[in-house]
């Protein structure tokens, strides 16, 4: 228990200390919202879909989210190359604690940050319709965060340095923010795009937490909850199995 | 004395590459011992196995009653460890690093403040505990990783090149603190180095290792009178060639150097 409380810690501290990171990765969710928010906005409106920012915001939270996420997990590159992760492969603890605390603080890393970016939204125009749709919102929030910090601890063990990271940016994050929904309806779209839709686990955290905050959505709540579940639960077993591979 | 590390027969195979070929040696409880082998000799590899961080191919390993393969976790406790290259957390403050190293290693908590404040006051690092690691020199590095190598209390302390890149004020001070433990606290002592003075000074018992097998073992002199050479360094360029080792390095290992240097 310790050790998860310990490791959880450490990514947190790093993070709190980072100002210039955390100012820094409020610079692309601002743009998108203002280049999109108001770029498309009258568009969308004239479209007859209603205001664009309430589509826009949880969209642009979950990409900070992800993004966060991704970054913590691969935070992992960094210990190898900066020797501190051997420091904890030869204390006598389980790597599957390691892996768990260091997962769970990316995920925490994640979630704040979409607390920021949320109130961020709230500076742009975006409302809430009940304070109550918080809680359910928290709930896909973090499971995205987890899902995806998960993610990040897989690839990191996998990779040895930091020369992999720009492909599985350009590859796998972009495409993955895209093509969940997060800033155009997922209507009216050629098969073999709308098939990308449906096997990318962020369109279910993108619809799920858009059901929570403005009561739009294309699936059954329970549907996005119940696959968001199974798949973070895959990664994460995915992250800690390869992370317990690392040879030092 | 019974010995507290015995190797037996050790082999290490990666693929068709044999690092380490059948080596046996021992080391005697509260003594220092210098393992010595130049670049790709199989030093690394060897104390990787020692300390649980890899799985030999073939032979026997006990440290301090416990096989590393077998039961990791009771060996694990044992030994303290400085490695060859950083392994601090930078982002992070002396104290910050001590206390998560006090956290893994299940150090009581009413005892985990006392004990890192004793180990900073050993290294003379107490004034700077609430610095950040970044803003340390490499020989303040050194010190650090020594001071939370030893907070566990373990049996056995493994040094791999603590002294590299260091001046010669610092590598003194270094040697001082590990000499210090092991006489007040009978702390096996086991390191490498390529700087054969601190060796001849400071080990009670050398092994060399070269092309992944013991060429020579025994104490400064033994290996003195066995090569008829009158200094440690003649005695190992003797017994290992003067040819120089290109060791492969995995791009790992290039980046670390890239970092290292830019810091010296």
Avoid: C
């Avoid at chain 1, 896909?140 to 990191?156: C, E, R």
């Avoid at chain 2, 590390?5 to 080596?23: E, G, M, Q, Y």
């Avoid at chain 2, 490499?138 to 002294?163: C, W």
Wanted: no cysteine; hydrophobic share 45%.
């Amino acid at each position: 228990m310790n050790t998860i409380y310990i490791l959880w810690l450490r990514q947190l501290k790093k993070y709190f200390r980072s100002k210039s990171r955390i100012v820094g990765s409020l610079g692309q969710p601002l743009l998108f919202m203002i280049a999109f928010g108001f770029g498309f906005g009258s568009i969308y409106q004239r479209a007859g879909e209603g205001n664009y920012i309430e589509f826009l915001a949880p969209g642009i939270i979950l990409m900070s989210v992800l993004m966060t996420g991704m970054f913590s997990g691969v935070d992992i590159i960094w210990d190898k190359q900066f020797g501190f992760l051997k420091e904890t492969l030869v204390a006598p603890v389980s790597r599957f604690e390691i892996v768990l605390g260091k997962t769970l603080g990316g995920a925490t890393v994640a979630v704040i940050q979409g607390i920021i970016v949320f109130l961020l939204t709230l500076v742009m125009g975006f409302r809430l319709q009940t304070m109550a749709d918080i809680f359910p919102a928290f709930v896909f929030v973090f499971l995205v965060a987890l899902l995806f910090t998960s993610l990040g601890t897989a690839i990191a063990s996998i990779l040895e340095d930091m020369q992999g990271f720009q492909l599985i940016m350009n590859f796998l994050v972009m495409p993955t923010v895209f093509l969940s929904g997060a800033f155009f309806p997922l209507k009216g779209l050629p098969r073999a795009i709308e098939f990308l839709t449906k096997i990318n686990p962020l369109t279910y955290g993108m619809d799920g937490l858009r059901g929570a905050l403005i009561n739009v959505s294309t699936y059954p709540i329970y549907m996005d909850l119940f696959i968001l579940s199974v798949v973070t639960l895959v990664l994460l077993g995915i992250g800690s199995y390869l992370f317990s591979k690392i040879q030092a | 004395m019974k010995n507290i590390i015995n190797v037996k027969k050790l082999t290490k195979k990666f693929k068709s590459i044999v690092a380490v070929d059948n080596i046996s040696f021992g080391v005697r409880e509260g003594e220092i011992f210098a393992f010595l082998g130049p670049n790709g000799a199989g030093k690394s590899t060897t104390i990787k196995m020692l300390t649980t961080l890899l799985d030999p191919t073939e032979g026997e390993i006990v440290i301090n009653g416990s096989n590393p393969s077998e039961n990791k976790d009771a060996v694990r406790h044992s030994f303290g460890i400085v490695f060859q290259d950083a392994s601090l957390d930078e982002d992070l403050t002396a104290w910050e690093n001590m206390q998560f190293h006090a956290v893994l290693y299940g150090i009581p908590k009413e005892i985990r403040n006392d004990r890192v404040e004793e180990m900073l006051r050993f290294v003379e690092l107490w004034d700077r505990r609430k610095d950040l690691v970044k803003t340390f020199s490499g020989g303040m590095r050194r010190r650090l990783e020594i001071a939370r190598g030893l907070l566990h209390h373990p049996k056995i302390l493994f040094l791999d090149e603590p002294t590299l890149g260091l001046d010669p004020q610092t590598r003194n001070h270094t040697w001082n603190y590990i000499k210090n433990v092991n006489k007040n606290e009978n702390m096996t002592v086991f390191f490498t180095t390529h700087y054969m003075e601190e060796a001849e000074k400071i080990a009670d018992n050398i092994a060399v290792i070269d092309h992944g097998k013991i060429v020579a073992k025994g104490t400064t002199k033994q290996l003195l009178n066995q090569t008829r050479t009158s200094t440690l360094e003649e005695a190992f360029l003797s017994l290992t060639g003067h040819q120089i080792r290109d060791e492969e390095v995995s791009s790992l290992d290039r980046m670390r150097q890239r970092r290292f240097m830019h810091r010296h």
